[in-house]
Each structure stands twice: as C-alpha cells, then as structure tokens.
C-alpha cells in the first residue's frame, strides 16, 4: 500500500493535542502518515516553506505568518463546500480571521480576556463583590482600596493585576469608542491620539499613578504570585484553564470588563491559525486532517486541562462549554471581539516592545500621556 | 486707554496662549510627530521669511535661508532643550544661515543651498529612495557637496514641514521621512566621535565656532580645522557611494561603478568555533594583523560560560539571544577596538531571534541605509560583522564577515560557514534581511587596557561565576519569550528530555546546542588553562579545567547522538530513549560545570583573600 505523508510545521511546543489528533486520524485513514516537524518561529517557517520541503500544514500562534501573501491556501471555498460549517464557525473571531478578504488558516488557541474576582480578598476587606455593568470608576475605586501596603510602602495584595504591555489596555481603549489604528490598519494617525483613545488610555495609566491599585514595573511586591495577593485579575482563557485544572476555581467570580465612559462592548482575541500551504501537493488530504484537528473532537474542550476555546458553536455545544459557568461567559464575549493592532499592522506589532518602554516611562516617570500616543503614530 | 495699548493689551492673552500652543507643537514635534512641526511652521513662516529678508535685502535669497532654515529646525528639533524658545531658536538658525550665505559673496558661490536643486524638476514624483526611481531622479543630486546629499535626503521632511501639508496619506513620502534620520546617521560614520560631535553642534545646532570651542575647552582654530577635515571625509566617503538603488553610482555626471574585496586570512574548518559570533571576531581580527587564541577570545567575550535555553522547549534561538547591542562592542573594546553598530528590524516580513531583536528600531528596506555604511569600512580595508539570515544549511541564520562589495554586479561578498570560498548576496538580499545587524570596526582605542591583562582575566571569571549562578542580565520583554540561562539553563534542558513533560524536543536544536555549547566547555577548559594566576588558585583553576573537559565530554555524547547537520529530518521529534540518554549526558554535564564554577570561586577567593 501506497503510504501517503502530509508534513505539518507547528511553532507550538505543547504538542500533545496534535499528537493525539494525529494518531487518530491515521488510524482512521490507513495509508496516511502525518509528520510533524517545528519550526522556532514565522521565519522558520518561511524559510521552510520556500525549501525544497514545504510542508502541507502550517500553523502560528499569532496570524501574522497567514498575512503573507501567496503562501495559504484560502480555505473560503472549502468551509463553504462543507453543509452549515460556514454558519457553525464562531461570527466575531471568523471576521478577524477573514479581515484580509481570504481566509488563511482555520484559528486555533483562541483566548479573549475576562476579569477574575478573588472572593476572599472582597470578604476580608468587607467589600462587596461587583456586578456585570459595573463602570470604570467603580472599578479603579476598588483596585486602589484592595491594595494594601506595609508600613515600608511595599504592597501585600493589589487590587488589579495586568501587564504593562500596550495590548493588554487594548480592551479598554475599543471600549471608549477608541482604536489604536484605523480599521485597514495603514495609519495610527486619529486612532492612537484621539480623544476616546487619550481618555481611555489616562484612565489605565491612572491605575498605577493615581489609584495606585497595579503593580509599577520594577516595583517591589510581596503579593506573591498572580492566584494569591491579587484581588482582580485581567484574566485570559489560559489562566483561568489552570484554576479549574488545579481546582482553586470556586475561589473566583468571573466578571465581564468594566464599561467606560462611551459604554461600548468590545474586547480583544487572541488566536493562532492552521494553514494549507499553497506548495502542498495534498491539499484536500490536509484539508481532511485540519478539520479533524480544528473542528473535531469535541471531547478536547470537555477536559479539564482546556484552556482555549472552540471555534464553532457545536464544537462549543457538544463539549458543554455553552453550559459551563466560566466557559460560557468566555463563549458569549467572543460576539464581541475586534481585531486588535497587532493584527491589523504588522510594523505596529514589530514595535511593541518600543512602545511598551514608553509605557514604562508613562507609568514610572509621568511622561505626557497625549504626546508620547501622537509620537506612537510613527510606529503605523 | 491708548489704542494701541488696549490693542496690545487685548492680545496678550491671545499671545499667552498661542505661546502655550506652540510649546504643545514643539514638544510634539520632538517626539516625532511631522504634522505638529508643519503646524508650527506653518504658523512662522511668514515670520522667518521677515526675518530673513530683513537680514538680506534680497527677497530670494529670504526664500532660500528659509527653506535652509527650516530643514535644520526639522532635522534638529530635538535638540532644543527649552520647548518655550521656539521662535529664539529658528530666528538663530535664520541669522546663521543669513550670515554663511552673505559671506560667501553672493549666491551659490562655493556651495549650492538646498533650494538650488528646487528647480530641477524630477521625472519621478516619488522622491530619491523610492525603488526603481528615474535616472533623472539623480541628476538634481550633487555628490560633490555635503549640501546637495543632505537636501536631497530631507526633501520630504521639508515639503512636509515647509507646507504644513499632510503628507502621511503617500506612503513613498512617509517611509522617505521616516527614514531620512537614520540615513544621515549613517553619512555621518566616516566622522569620528570628536568630528561628529562638532560637525553636528556646527551644522545642526548651530553652534558658533566660539561656542563649540568652548564646550570641548579648545580654539576656534582646531574647530575649523575639524570642521573642514569632517567635510572633506564627508565628500570622500559619499560623494560616489550614496546612489540611487537601480542605477549606477553618479560622480560628476560621469558614470561610475566600484568594487571592492579585502583579502581575509584563510580560515580551515579545524580552525573554526562553533559560535559563529567569536568565530568571526576571531578571523575579523586575524584579517586585522591580530590573530588571537580562540580560547582568549572565548573566555574574554564570555561566551566559553554563557549557556541559555529556551523555556518552550529546546529551540536553538537560546544561543543567540543577548544585548547584541551591548555585548558585541563590549567585546569588541576589551580587544581594544571601537566599534560602529547599524542595526533594526524590518516590519512586514518574520523577523527571526524577536527575544533579541524585539527593542531594535524598525526600520525600513532601503539600499541607502544599509550599503554606504558597508562600502565605508570595506574601503578602510576593514571587514563588517554581519548577521546572514540566508546562511546555508543547515544553518538557519549565523554571524559572517562581510569583505567585499561590486556595485557592478550588485552583490556583497561575504563569509558562510558551510562555504569556504565565501558566497555572494544581493544588494537587495541585504536590504530585505530582517534582522539588521552590522558592526563597523572604527580603529584600535587609545589607552585601552590589554586585553590579556590579569585583570581583565579576573573579571571574565568573575562573570563566569556571576552568569552560572544568577543566569544572563538580559531578558526580552516580549512574553511568551522566556529562557532559563547559566546552571540553571541545565535544569530546563532536563525538564524537556522527560517523557511525561508535556513538549516535543526540537531535535535540530539540540544538535545545534550541543555542538555549540560542548565546545564552549572544551574553550572554557582551555582558557583556565592557559595560567595567569600562580599558586593554589591555579592549582584550582586547573581542577576547574578538568571539570569543564568532562562536561564538555558529556555535551559531546548528546552531539554523537544527534550530530548537527546530519542528513536526517531536522525537525523531527526524538526518541524516548534518545532522550532518555541526553538526559543522562546533561545531568552528568551540569554536575561537572557546577564543580567547575566551584573551583572558580574558590581560586578568585583565595587570590583575593591573598591579596587583601
């Protein structure tokens, strides 16, 4: 019997799910071997694609490997040709995935952020748990009050744990009506340095500088690890999949973002994709495999180490996700994600770690908070 | 009230905030942002053509020191430390520029100003630096004067700041902006630090010959003296070699192309290190006519005791990722050299090694950033450093040494590891290379410490000590980049050879790590061999040695298991016995290094303590 081979190139190191899916499906399709083989990063991986090897399938954890032009197959017509798949993918990240007009890759390990109440925290300092709804003022009144700090002025517990990292205020700034880049992405110019997005920006600076409710960087802490001292956490799917696997999930409320001033719903996402390369010589066999990867085995998300969403509904259904108490409220978030800047620009990505020194600079020195945004308009 | 007072009294508050407004605009503008200075020069032209005219008497000459003016301000903006004296500033830089053109008797006598050129009209609306730019494109650029080259490479800066237009809709004008600094940066290497400083105090802040001589406490003599020696290097340096790309190199009018390769000393593949940085130092200094011990430079550069792994999983990007922008010079003046460093990432294309590369300036593709800087130390007679993202197989991006350059033919020359008579790239392959990392050597430093010193010795070992213990000072910010360095780099690697740990081993990584890092131990060993302390902390040193040769030993078993380079799927996952084995190797190779950094502490204590 003829052994066909489909070579698939994946960036992540957590391999288990794909080594699972592979095994089942060559055991579901005799003749077949999928092999998998790494790449580091996207250059790798371009350099792989233009050998004299290309691999079938390809996947990333960001999508800035599918903006490449010519290199994926768009997969438009094939979700299409499959009966009432296109209406099954999840609406609000497939329009991220399709921003291009194509669609590149299949999205995999998908994530969107939520905010982690510590109930214990709440209860000792004789505070009542917030509501959905609650507002940005409200909030920030409570990570500056659930801050507590030693008679050195070091902190014990904070009120709000983030990073100081320009996408994870993000959420924030699309939630203020406000953007970081034009919808095409080609300019920062009346998007990062308007006044929804100076506003909404102020107010998360604020949270170090006035309330003082978020750890500065650098700052000395003795509030241990993210699961202990913090009474709010800016949580994605990941973290919260690790406090239901290790079981320390009852000591949280889940509790969507707070709304801002203009009171817009909105969020970001994070997801990876997995992509047919142009160069296959087996596409519809890769097609197969990607389906079975992405869009079957619903008993993956019932597990308990999940830590990612699905992204279909029926994938989302027959896991029991859409009944779960944490999983569902993650689910139902997803109508309302946008494409972040990092996926709209790829140049805007390529400075982050410029743009977060600002950041640093912002939150520790007091530089102005409108002019250094209208110098980011460079960085698009 | 008088009239007029009611008058003047009724605008001061108007005055009051239109200073406050332009104080906004300046601190915008030195920030970056081109339409707050359009803004603000929009708002003072009128003025400083006022100015100027009344300096001159002559309307057109007004117009010229204006646009002059301007470009400077443009240019140098940053260097106004008081955002309130704004219009003090710009009436100084007219005033100057009024004076440097009267002195010269008349218009354009020795030197042409910038808007000279305006009348040359360009075939192409895009501007010099766009790609495939009209040869006539290069008529209207004098490579003969520092003037013309300097206006030609502001020109879009200006056409946005003298208008007030927005130009950030045309993205040929924008990259051209943007770029504009960092290629004037480049012009200005062929000064050294004392020409550039007073070249740039001269030209940029405007400083007068009296002032900057006494900033750097000399004569106004010497600072003429520098400022004609700077101009000449100038002229010398770029009059033929700023070209447009796609066009030959203009010199006169005359067509005119240039090559050139240094001869580099022979280097065999016995010869050569597995880390491809010292490599090249190695054979970069032999080229020089100071060929040194591989193992000195090993030791004294740090990397015989650097180790780091990747917290994904054993991906041989740990090998790479430090400070190049740090750690590269600092080696580099240990050995006594001064060294010029030309880096950034591109966008829109996968940048590899982020964890290093993540806080270099994005920049953009342009020939012009990247070739002149490369044509000037080739014509010194001095070889670049440079990171090849195209190196062959199965490497997937090293150090080399560039050598050579033909403008004929559009390629560089330079070194590859798996190619002993080097190999060509590109112009445009240099270009688009991602990773942007080149290092000039400037000449020997004066009064610098020898490197073979005791003291210099000491304190590599004292690194050596520090990085095992406390792991590497350099960590990247992006998040899900992580690395666990020095003794510790040994329980990561571990931790992924288990079967239940949860990640597939990247098989081409640990053989690449392995071959890197034993010969690092093997160099390590050598190093604390070759003795220049006496007495019982050599005696322990020398342990230290034999310590190092046995985990050296150890990194060589995992490297004959899964040799580098070997014909087999280089990405393919292990075996569980394979791995099994390394695991094995590693955890015999840790228990030696940790002997050996004990060894080492205790012979620095002991010389120490004997020497206190």
Redesign the interface.
Same mark, same amino acid.
């Given at each position: 019997m003829t052994t066909k081979v489909i070579t698939f190139m994946t960036q992540f190191e957590h391999v288990n799910d794909l080594i699972a899916a592979k095994e089942s499906f060559e055991a579901a399709h005799p003749g077949v071997t999928i092999e998998i083989t790494q790449a580091t990063d996207n250059f790798e991986s371009v350099r792989a694609y233009n050998s004299d090897n290309p691999p079938d399938l390809m996947d990333s954890g960001g999508w800035g490997l599918f903006k490449n032009k010519n290199m994926f197959v768009d997969l438009t017509s094939l979700v299409d040709a499959e009966a009432g798949l296109a209406d099954d993918l999840q609406p609000g990240l497939m329009q991220i995935a399709r921003m291009d007009g194509s669609l590149p890759a299949l999205p995999v390990d998908v994530s969107i952020p939520l905010i982690l109440i510590k109930k214990q925290l709440f209860d000792e300092a004789g505070i009542p748990y917030p509501h959905e709804g609650w507002t940005w003022s409200e909030f920030a009144e409570l990570a500056g009050k659930l801050t507590l700090r030693n008679e050195e002025g070091v902190a014990t517990q904070f009120g709000f744990a983030t990073a100081p990292d320009i996408e994870m205020y993000e959420p924030f700034i699309m939630r203020n009506g406000g953007s970081y880049l034009s919808p095409d992405g080609k300019t920062a110019h009346g998007y990062i340095d308007s006044e929804a997005t100076i506003e909404a920006f102020r107010s998360v600076i604020d949270l170090y500088r006035v309330q003082g409710g978020i750890r500065k960087p650098d700052e000395p802490s003795e509030a241990g690890e993210l699961h202990q001292q913090f009474a709010m956490v800016f949580t994605f799917t990941w973290f919260v999949g690790g406090c239901i696997h290790h079981g320390i999930i009852d000591q949280y409320e889940l509790l969507g973002l707070p709304q801002m001033p203009a009171g817009q719903p909105g969020n970001m996402l994070y997801m990876g994709g997995v992509g047919i390369t142009q160069k296959s010589k087996e596409p519809e066999l890769a097609w197969q495999f990607l389906r079975h990867y992405v869009l079957g085995r619903p008993e993956r998300f019932a597990q308990s180490d999940t830590r990612t969403l699905p992204i279909t509904r029926s994938l989302a259904e027959q896991s029991g996700m859409t009944s779960h108490p944490i999983w569902s409220h993650y689910l139902k978030e997803l109508d309302h994600v946008r494409a972040s800047g990092f996926y709209l620009s790829e140049k805007w990505n390529s400075s982050r770690q410029l743009i977060n020194e600002d950041i640093k600079r912002m939150i520790v020195d007091g530089a102005d908070l409108a002019q250094t945004l209208k110098s980011w308009t460079r960085f698009a | 009230m008088h009239g007029a007072q009611g008058q003047h009294a009724a605008n001061q508050p108007n005055n009051l905030a239109k200073n406050t407004h332009d104080r $906004?605009l300046v $601190? &915008?503008a030195q920030?970056? /942002?081109t $339409?707050?200075f359009g803004e603000l020069i929009a708002a003072h032209r009128d003025k400083a053509r006022q100015w100027a005219e009344r300096m001159t008497q002559d309307p057109h000459m007004a117009d010229d020191i204006v646009q002059d003016a301007l470009i400077r301000a443009f240019l140098h903006l940053g260097s106004l430390t008081d955002s309130t004296r704004f219009l003090p500033w710009l009436h100084k830089i007219i005033r100057n520029q009024a004076a440097m053109r009267l002195r010269r008797g008349g218009p354009y006598r020795h030197e042409q100003p910038f808007t000279a050129f305006e009348s040359v009209k360009r075939s192409s609306p895009k501007s010099g630096f766009a790609k495939g730019a009209a040869s006539s494109n290069s008529s209207s650029v004098n490579w003969d004067d520092l003037d013309s080259i300097l206006h030609h490479l502001s020109k879009g800066g200006r056409q946005a700041a003298s208008v007030g237009e927005s130009v950030?809709d045309d993205p040929a004008e924008q990259l051209l902006r943007?770029e504009m600094f960092e290629t004037i940066h480049v012009l200005l290497h062929c000064l050294n630090r004392k020409e550039r400083q007073i070249f740039e105090a001269y030209f940029f802040k405007q400083c007068s010959p009296e002032t900057i001589a006494e900033m750097y406490e000399t004569t106004t003599g010497t600072v003429y003296t520098y400022l004609h020696r700077s101009r000449r290097k100038l002229r010398e340096a770029h009059n033929v070699n700023v070209y447009f790309q796609g066009l030959q190199p203009i010199r006169g009018g005359s067509v005119m192309t240039r090559k050139k390769q240094i001869h580099l000393p022979p280097w065999s593949r016995e010869q050569m290190a597995a880390n491809s940085l010292v490599d090249r130092v190695a054979q970069l200094l032999a080229a020089l006519d100071d060929p040194r011990p591989m193992a000195q430079l090993m030791g004294l550069s740090g990397f015989a005791f650097r180790m780091k792994i990747?917290n &994904?999983?054993t991906?041989? /990007?740990g090998l790479y990722i430090y400070d190049w922008r740090q750690v590269i010079p600092q080696f580099l003046a240990k050995l006594g050299y001064e060294a010029t460093i030309l880096c950034g990432? *591109?966008? @829109?294309?996968?940048?590899? *090694? *982020?964890g290093a590369a $993540? &806080?270099f300036?994005?920049v953009f593709p342009i020939e012009e950033s990247v070739l002149p800087f490369i044509r000037k130390y080739i014509d010194q007679g001095m070889p670049l450093l440079y990171f090849d993202?195209l190196a062959e197989r199965p490497y997937?991006?090293e150090w080399s040494l560039v050598y050579g350059y033909d403008d004929e033919q559009r390629v560089i020359h330079l070194t590859d590891r798996m190619s002993a008579q080097g190999k060509t790239l590109r112009y445009d392959d240099v270009t688009d290379n991602?990773l942007r990392f080149l290092v000039g050597i400037d000449g020997k430093q004066t009064n610098h410490p020898e490197s073979t010193t005791l003291q210099a010795n000491l304190n590599a070992l004292h690194f050596a000590v520090q990085y095992a213990r406390q792991g590497c000072s350099y960590s990247?910010?992006?998040?899900?980049l992580s690395y666990s360095s020095g003794l510790a780099a040994y329980e990561r690697w571990i931790g992924f050879m288990h079967k239940d740990a949860?990640?597939?081993p990247?098989r081409? @990584?640990m053989s690449q790590l392995s071959l890197v890092y034993g010969e690092a131990k093997r160099q390590a060993a050598q190093y604390l061999r070759e003795s220049f302390i006496e007495g019982e902390p050599m005696r322990l040193l020398l342990l230290g040695a034999e310590a190092y040769d046995q985990a050296a030993e150890a990194f060589e078993q995992i490297s004959a298991r899964m040799p580098f380079g070997s014909s087999q799927?280089?990405?393919?996952?292990p075996q569980t016995e394979l791995l099994a084995a390394c695991s094995t190797d590693l955890s015999t190779a840790r228990d030696f290094e940790a002997a050996a950094i004990s060894y080492i502490e205790k012979a620095l204590l002991l010389w120490e303590t004997e020497r206190i």
């Open positions: - | $906004e $601190e &915008r920030l970056g /942002d $339409e707050a950030h943007k990747s &994904r999983t991906y041989a /990007d990432q *591109l966008s @829109g294309m996968p940048v590899p *090694l *982020l $993540e &806080r300036p994005v993202t997937v991006h991602p990247p910010t992006t998040v899900y949860g990640v597939m990247n081409y @990584g799927s280089i990405s393919a996952s």
